[in-house]
């Protein structure tokens, strides 16, 4: 699903909310969702922000990046996303997009040496997204 257009519209961020650096709309404190670990081994938290209803979560092994969107309580399926990629890319590396009950990812984009990545999340339109943002 990294075809999915990034910077041309694509479903989850409306071109009036995406502006260089971060957009939040909705945070919430209480009750914060805890990393889940559906990235695999090695990988560490590295970047977080609460949108309402839980986290989205950036994470990293040394090699890849990894976003996961984490519900603060499973429940009922709802309108989740996870997305990360490069900076410099027109599309996303990766894209999940669906009704889920406890969290959308784990996605995945490799980065590269000089380059920055955008990632983000949505629980059910409480949407957040980082552009330009972990330069290596």
Known sequence: MGSRMKKAGATLFAAGAIGAG?????AESASAATYNGVCGSGYRVVDQHAVTGGTVFLTYNGTRNCVVTVRNTAGAKVWMVAVVGLSSHSTWDGDDEGSYSS???PVYS????GHCIDWGGE???SRFIARDTHCG
């Open 123 to 125: 629980i059910s339109g």
């Open 22 to 26: 971060m957009v939040g709309l909705g």
């Open 110 to 113: 490799d980065p590269s040496a």
């Open 103 to 105: 969290y959308a990812g």
